[in-house]
T-cell receptor, first 111, second 111 residues
Framework: GENVEQHPSTLSVQEGDSAVIKCTYSDSASNYFPWYKQELGKGPQLIIDIRSNVGEKKDQRIAVTLNKTAKHFSLHITETQPEDSAVYFCAAKTNAGKSTFGDGTTLTVKP | DAGVTQSPTHLIKTRGQQVTLRCSPKSGHDTVSWYQQALGQGPQFIFQYYEEEERQRGNFPDRFSGHQFPNYSSELNVNALLLGDSALYLC??????????FGPGTRLTVL
């Protein structure tokens, strides 16, 4: 089955700096790669996603890149703010419908 | 438009008991997935329902079962509870099978 690895597990940055979180996946049939932000006591919230026919996608301060050959994708957050502090999860999904999540990255943005 | 809602918020059960968790999807969403999230880990896929049928299933024993009703709401049932079933149970609804919107979860504690 699919295996998704996420790094780093914790990330601390200064406000205004950039943050990068990386994920690798194993199943070449995966074609949908979402990123979620989870705050304490809440369910994951979709922040950006990318499909396998696209190499990069950007939404304001957030961008995601996908390298299908290497089977890895990354989340980039620029100009970080304290409210960006949360746990971030990547996931990979095939057409069959099953989503596999990484173990999460705890991002702390220091003011 | 209300988001995904789940009930109850918290639940405490003892080993061997049975539990039913409930989920109402976002309006217009016909696909519902259930996930188990242990502390400090990413969500683990349990199963997905579409048109009242289980479409996909993760690596969970038959003690975990579900149902989807004609109005697309869903239930997750867990029989013969074990201590290891203690977790946050998340429901996610989707309009297209890919983009998922999560509810706040039900925190289950098994004593």
């Amino acid at each position: 089955g699919e295996n998704v690895e996420q790094h780093p597990s914790t990330l601390s940055v200064q406000e205004g700096d950039s943050a990068v979180i990386k994920c690798t996946y194993s199943d070449s049939a995966s074609n949908y790669f979402p990123w979620y932000k989870q705050e304490l006591g809440k369910g994951p919230q979709l922040i950006i996603d990318i499909r396998s026919n696209v190499g990069e996608k950007k939404d304001q301060r957030i961008a995601v890149t996908l390298n299908k050959t290497a089977k890895h994708f990354s989340l980039h957050i620029t100009e970080t703010q304290p409210e960006d502090s949360a746990v971030y999860f990547c996931a990979a999904k095939t057409n069959a419908g099953k989503s596999t999540f990484g173990d999460g990255t705890t991002l702390t943005v220091k003011p | 438009d209300a988001g995904v809602t789940q009930s109850p918020t918290h639940l405490i059960k003892t080993r061997g008991q049975q539990v039913t968790l409930r989920c109402s999807p976002k309006s217009g969403h016909d696909t519902v997935s259930w996930y188990q999230q242990a502390l400090g880990q990413g969500p683990q896929f349990i199963f997905q329902y579409y048109e009242e049928e289980e479409r996909q299933r993760g690596n969970f024993p038959d003690r975990f079962s579900g149902h989807q009703f004609p109005n697309y709401s869903s239930e997750l049932n867990v029989n013969a509870l074990l201590l290891g079933d203690s977790a946050l149970y998340l429901c996610a609804s989707s309009p297209d099978g890919d983009e998922q919107f999560f509810g706040p979860g039900t925190r289950l504690t098994v004593l």
